[in-house]
């Protein structure tokens, strides 16, 4: 049975950090593609970052370029979301999905992803 368990979201001031992690169980991440998506209250749900197991490509989303990295460690079948600056429109619950081979783009959308974790709130505020 697939299962993602996301963890690590909270509280932070504008211009924080946090570092969100997926966690997979019942399958291995090697053939899946983990995609962060966040909805804010009132908004569609978006695709944040995504990583490609297959060939290591990843994507990111023009609002969180260069504030929002993506991550593996294998060993822990874990995809994590560095996220570092942010800013109260960051505010969402963030959500991780797995779909098979599935392709990184800007066009990826939440209808294609089969499993989902819960999700985890971010909020930024000071």
């Known amino acids: 049975q697939v299962q993602l368990v996301e963890s690590g979201g909270g509280l932070v001031q504008p211009g924080g950090s946090l570092r969100l992690s997926c966690t997979a169980s019942?399958?291995?991440?090697?053939?899946?593609?983990i995609t962060w998506f966040r909805q804010a209250p009132g908004k569609e749900r978006e695709g944040v970052s995504c990583l490609r197991s297959n060939d290591g490509s990843t994507y990111v989303a023009d609002s969180v370029q260069g504030r929002f990295t993506i991550s593996r460690d294998n060993s822990k079948n874990t995809v994590y979301l560095q996220m570092n600056s942010l800013k109260p429109e960051d505010t969402a619950v963030y959500y991780c999905?797995?779909?098979?081979?599935?392709?990184?783009?800007?066009?990826?959308?939440?209808?294609?992803?089969?499993?989902w974790g819960q999700g985890t709130q971010v909020t930024v505020s000071s």
């Open positions: 999905a797995a779909q098979w081979h599935y392709y990184c783009s800007a066009y990826m959308m939440a209808g294609h992803f089969a499993s």
């Open positions: 019942g399958f291995t991440l090697d053939s899946y593609t």
